[in-house]
Nanobody, 129 residues
Framework: QVQLVESGGGLVQPGGSLRLSCAASGFALDNYGIGWFRQAPGKEREGVSYISSSAGITYYPDSVKGRFTISRDNGKNTVYLQMNSLKPEDTAVYYC??????????????????????WGQGTQVTVSS
């Protein structure tokens, strides 16, 4: 059974850091694309990071580039999202998702939720003083 479980969210002050984890079970995540998304109240779900299978090519939107870093620990079957220099506008529920059973996500649609079939339950990130 394919399952993704996020953890690591919480309350942090502006300028602070958090590291989110996405633990996978039921498949080997290094064989598939993994995306991180976020959704704030009243807004559409937004892609904030992607890591490809095998080569580990990464993508970020301009809004988080240079502040967020996605990485993968194949031994733990876990993907991480390191978030630095957090801003109040980063407040949202953060989700990870996988392209399983498709190996890859085309570069032009990595940030589209429809490119992913399996999702975690989400973890809340609140950036506030």
């Amino acid at each position: 059974q394919v399952q993704l479980v996020e953890s690591g969210g919480g309350l942090v002050q502006p300028g602070g850091s958090l590291r989110l984890s996405c633990a996978a079970s039921g498949f080997a995540l290094d064989n598939y694309g993994i995306g991180w998304f976020r959704q704030a109240p009243g807004k559409e779900r937004e892609g904030v990071s992607y890591i490809s299978s095998s080569a580990g090519i990464t993508y970020y939107p301009d809004s988080v580039k240079g502040r967020f870093t996605i990485s993968r620990d194949n031994g733990k079957n876990t993907v991480y999202l390191q978030m630095n220099s957090l801003k109040p506008e980063d407040t949202a529920v953060y989700y990870c998702a996988t392209s399983y059973p498709r190996r890859v996500v085309n570069v032009g649609v990595w940030s589209k939720p429809r490119s992913y079939d399996y999702w975690g339950q989400g973890t809340q990130v609140t950036v506030s003083s």
